[in-house]
């Protein structure tokens, strides 16, 4: 059974940066490909970042993130990270990984002074 458990979410100010995590079970992460996406209030949910499987992480991202956010995987522990930098008022949202049709809970990021 795929599960996707995500944890490392919070309130940080301006500028700050996050590192979100994605646990998964019931699959091999380093062989598939998975995605992060967020939903802030009131919007559409985002595809921010896809993460390819394979011996190399490559990941393409939104325009909205590139250059600040970074996804990886740890094979080691089968999970999915994403690296957020320079965090912006505007990255509040909750933030949820996905492989295929599965989904995990999302985790709250707030980004506020």
């Known amino acids: 059974q795929v599960q996707l458990v995500e944890s490392g979410g919070g309130l940080v100010q301006p500028g700050g940066s996050l590192r979100l995590s994605c646990a998964a079970s019931?699959?091999?992460?380093?062989?598939?490909?998975m995605a992060w996406h967020r939903q802030a209030p009131g919007k559409q949910r985002e595809l921010i970042a896809t993460v390819y499987g394979g011996v190399t992480t490559y990941a393409t991202y939104a325009d909205s993130v590139k250059g600040r956010f970074t996804a990886s995987r740890d094979n080691f522990k089968n999970a999915l990270s994403l690296q957020m930098n320079n965090l912006k008022p505007e990255d509040t949202a909750v933030y949820f990984c996905?492989?295929?049709?599965?989904w995990g809970q999302g985790t709250q990021v707030t980004v506020s002074s």
């Open positions: 019931g699959f091999t992460v380093s062989n598939s490909v």
């Open positions: 996905r492989r295929g049709a599965e």
